[in-house]
Every structure is written in structure tokens, then in C-alpha cells.
């Protein structure tokens, strides 16, 4: 019913081959746009109904990263608002393909202003540790490098995935010195380190910031060791929902990303559990560097109610 490229994109974010919350959300957006591109019928029910459902799908691959749904709402809501005041399938198709540009346009602009601002905030001399691969985070970073500041980068590896490869490969293109440790040494490595930046993949409405598993345990040793703690994020992480009581689901992935199956097998009173994230309480976080301005954690949940408040409805337009 779909083209193989929209079954390629829920496959690739649900098996991680698309990753990293901004990443998802400009992928599955791109994935609404071609499924509407290959709709062929003038009946505007039936259009609906077909982005309706796929934007469903896209939805249900990976349930934390909050920018995945908030890409699909920003357009979806708008082809809704047309198909509401009477438009046709060609003018529903110009408003999805007009929003969806806007949406990613908008997603890569805020992660160059949050490198922008982020490093206004780090000094010449800094030695940063980063967790996970986060584009906003390593933004920062790498801004701050290009402005002439010679610093360096403690990277975690990341288990069970190894997202922190992925983040020195980038580091080490750019030129910018960068130590791997394994996650547990974090504590260990956190007096060598004066910054922290890490990513988001959703903030909720008391500024908590839900990234990557071993986040909030950065954000522990860094508080005990008075290591400014920054969460480089763009707007559209934070999460709606909260604001409706609802609590951000954490994702438990595949208990064969932690063991292979064949050693888990011997034993039969063995349990592996595999939380993908944990949530940081906004206590922990010194600021939040969004492509709006740098906020306490406190305050950023107000801004963002304040700005979109009103377009966001409890009802999903997948749901509607
Ligand atoms: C990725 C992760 C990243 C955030 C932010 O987890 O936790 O820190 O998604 O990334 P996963 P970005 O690898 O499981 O998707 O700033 O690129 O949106």
C-alpha cells in the first residue's frame, strides 16, 4: 500500500539504523511526505485516512523520542486545519509538502542556533564529557572549536550500542581531541571534566529531560562534583503530553542487545533488563540550550507552553 522507501524508513527507526531524536523526527516527517506524494485519489477522506495510518506507523516504532511525534503533529495538524476548511487532495498534498520543508528546515536551523549559543558557554581550555551521539550536543562542541577554543571531549562508548563511536568519529573529523571510557568509569573520569553536555529526547512539563540510559547517573556525578550539567535540545523535545498528566514512556529494547542469546540460555534464573533511557530530574540540569535561548530547566516548560500551547490538543490527529 506504501512505497518499500516509507516500510524502509519504520524499519530502519525501529531497528536503529535512524537514530537520534532530531534524526527520527526529520526521517519519518520525509516518510509522510512521500506517502502522500504516492497517494493517487481525489476522495479527501480516503487521503486522510491513508496519512492517517501511516503516520500511525511511523509513531509506534520507538515510543520515547517525543520529536517523532511532534514532527508528525506539526504537519498532520496542518493538512488537518486544510481538509477541515474544505480543500482538495492537490491543495492537502501542497499544505503536507509545505509543512513537512518547514519542519526540517526548521529541525537543522535550531541545531546550528543551539551550537551558536551552547558555545557561548564554553570557555578556551573546557574538557567536556558527552554521553550517547547527540547532533544538538555535539553542535555545541563543535561550534565552540570553530570558534578558535581549544578544548577537548570525554566521551561515554554507550552500551548496549555504542552510540559513543558515532560521536568520536565525529569528533575526530573535526580535529577535536576526545577520549572514550566506558559508561561506568563515568564517575571516575568527572573531576578531569569542567562541562557536561549531553542531548534530549524528551522534556517534560517540570523540565525533567528524558536521554539516553546513563544520563541521569552523569547528571548525579556531576551535581556531586559541581561539574555544570547542559542539555543542548530543540523545542521540539519537549513533550505535550505531559502537560496532560501523561508520563513519557521509556523504551525496553531487545534483551539480545545486552547478551547473546546462546550465553543468556545457560542460565535459566537469569533476568537482562534494557531500558534504551532514564529520566534526569531538572535539579540536576544546570541549563537548557534550545534554539530559542538558553533557560533554568524550570522556566523552558512556561516558554514552550507559552509559544505553542494553543496548537497542541490531547486528541492526536492520528487519532481524530
Ligand atoms: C539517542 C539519544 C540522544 C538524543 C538526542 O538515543 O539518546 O542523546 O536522541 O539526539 P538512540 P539529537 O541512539 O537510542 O536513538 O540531539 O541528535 O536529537
Redesign the pocket.
Known amino acids: 500500500m506504501y512505497p518499500d522507501k516509507f516500510y524502509s524508513v519504520v524499519e530502519g527507526i525501529r531497528t ?1 539504523k535512524i ?6 523526527a526529520r526521517e519519518a516527517v520525509k516518510a509522510l511526505k512521500l506517502v502522500s506524494e504516492n497517494i493517487d485519489l481525489e476522495d479527501r477522506d480516503k487521503y486522510i485516512s491513508i496519512l492517517r495510518d501511516a503516520a500511525k506507523k511511523l509513531v509506534d516504532t ?1 515510543p520515547t ?1 517525543v ?1 517523532l511525534p511532534n514532527g508528525l503533529r506539526y504537519v498532520l495538524n496542518r493538512v488537518l486545519q486544510s481538509y477541515e476548511s474544505g480543500a482538495s487532495v492537490e491543495e492537502m498534498k501542497s499544505v503536507l509538502v509545505e509543512s513537512a520543508d518547514n519542519f526540517i528546515k526548521s529541525s537543522l536551523q535550531a ?1 546550528k542556533k543551539i551550537g551558536k549559543y551552547g558555545a557561548g558557554r564554553i570557555e578556551d581550555g573546557d574538557i567536556i564529557m558527552t ?8 553542535s555545541v562542541i563543535v561550534n565552540a572549536y570553530r570558534m578558535g577554543k581549544n578544548i577537548r571531549v570525554y566521551a561515554t562508548e554507550t552500551r548496549p ?1 555504542f ?1 559513543g563511536r558515532i560521536t568520536v568519529k565525529v569528533l575526530n573529523k573535526e580535529g577535536i581531541d576526545v577520549t572514550m571510557i566506558v559508561d561506568s568509569a563515568m564517575r571516575y573520569f568527572i573531576n578531569k571534566v569542567n562541562k557536561v553536555v ?4 524528551a522534556i517534560a512539563a517540570n523540565g525533567a529531560v528524558v ?2 540510559i546513563g ?1 541521569s547517573l552523569l547528571a548525579l556525578a556531576a551535581n556531586e562534583a559541581r561539574v555544570p550539567f547542559m542539555v ?3 523545542t521540539y ?1 519537549f513533550s505535550p503530553d505531559t502537560l496532560f498528566g501523561k508520563l513519557i514512556i521509556i523504551e525496553e529494547r531487545d534483551y539480545r542487545e545486552v547478551a547473546p542469546e546462546s550465553w543468556v540460555n545457560k542460565y535459566k534464573h537469569l533476568t537482562i533488563r534494557n531500558p ?2 532514564d529520566v534526569t530530574p531538572p535539579e540536576y540540569i544546570d541549563i537548557l540550550i534550545t534554539e530559542i535561548g538558553v533557560f533554568s530547566p524550570s522556566v523552558f516548560p512556561l516558554v514552550v507552553r507559552e509559544m505553542f500551547g494553543s496548537f497542541y490538543s490531547e486528541l492526536e490527529p492520528w487519532e481524530k
Not at 550517547?132 to 555535539?138: I, R
Not at 549531553?198 to 529526547?201: L, Y
Open positions: 536503529m537514530r537520534g531524536a532530531g534524526r527520527i520507538r523520542a520529536s541545531i554521553h550517547c551521539n547527540s547532533q544538538s550536543a555535539l550500542r552510540q549531553v542531548g534530549a529526547d536521554n539516553k544520563t543542548a535540545a530543540e523535545k534504551a533511557f
